[in-house]
């Protein structure tokens, strides 16, 4: 009888596929928590547990009271395990809209719920045969990828105050590398409950308005950090430089909601990032270093805006001139590890790997596009 949890635990360990799942206690904010998963990542000051149902959850080595491996085999939740776990997050009453790449939770309208639902599909066959045209190789996400649309903005918010605090009031929607939902509400909006007889024509031709293009591009720019993350194009809790995630999630943004045969927009001129990176380059200081290697220069709101266009613009500029370097840059950034933190100056040096030592250089040929092209 001794020799049964040895024998069991060398399956989990020998199956590639099957690692064994660990058992973590922690405490955070008085609270004890226990979780079962995966530990993907280990540093000295913590470690990154995947847990079945898709989250992960860094951990700092400090919170941690008890860890201990088991000899059951890791494995992620089934759809309908998945589908049980988000409902249990949602308002009561919430339903799930089912496609081939997504799950859908919603507590607004069905057709509401389908038309984010097509949406999403239709991004994802872009992304997936626009990476496939230029020769990268990206994987299938591991589960369904999961977007929660509530009825309205106070219920958003609501729920998004736990992840994004008091920011959760003034966006229309986020993407969560804890949860790896993406997370929304129903923008139609409207008095009372009319939307609710809205059909999905109305829907497409309401979002059609260009007073919503912004926030349309919000909820695709959100839907593609997910699917960079899920697809192998980067791992979450990676040390992968913001401007360049902000950047590809731009890159794809450009919403097509005319089209349903496919996803049009990408790679498109971004009318706003273009404006304002052509505003922001009259002042002339050079950007592309501190564009590189700092990210809180993205984060901080005097600084945000400009950035972003830049990192934009940077992105534009590489992927319609070096295509070749930029994939190769991608594949480079695709793996790195979680918590695998690189020393000072070595992304500005992997950076200059791909596309040559003369940053100054490369930024005056970025201006110079940029200046070309019309908003
Ligand atoms: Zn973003």
Known sequence: MRFVPILVASICLLAASAACADEITFERDGQQINLSGQVIATHEAGIVLHTPDGKMWPIQQDEITNRKRTTDPFRLQTKQELIETVLSEMPPGSQVYETAHYLV????SRPYAQWVAGMLERLHRGFTSYWSQRGVTIHEPKQPLVALVFDNQDNFANYAQAELGDAAKSVIGFYSM????VV????????????????????????????????????????????????????RFADVPLWFS????????????SSSRGW???????????????????GGQPFLPDLLSNDDSLRKAATALDRYSQAWAVTYFLQKRMPDEYDAYLTELSQIAPLNDPPEGAR????????GADLLQLESEVREMMSGLRP
Not at 178 to 181: A, L
Not at 246 to 257: C, K, M, S
């Open 246 to 257: 902000e950047g590809l999630a731009i890159y794809f943004e450009t919403p097509d909601v």
């Open 105 to 108: 939770a919603y507590n607004t």
């Open 178 to 181: 804890h949860t790896n939902y």
């Open 264 to 282: 049009r927009g990408i790679g498109q001129i971004s009318k706003p990032r273009l404006g304002q990176f052509q505003k922001a380059a009259r």
């Open 348 to 355: 500005i040096k992997m950076f200059q790997k791909h596309f």
């Open 184 to 235: 929304m509400f129903d923008l139609t909006g409207g008095a009372g409950d009319s939307r609710r007889n809205l059909g999905i024509r109305d829907i497409q031709r309401f979002m059609s308005r260009p007073d919503f293009q912004w926030s349309l591009a919000t909820i695709v720019h959100e839907a593609t950090h997910q699917l960079a993350f899920n697809s192998g194009v980067q791992q």
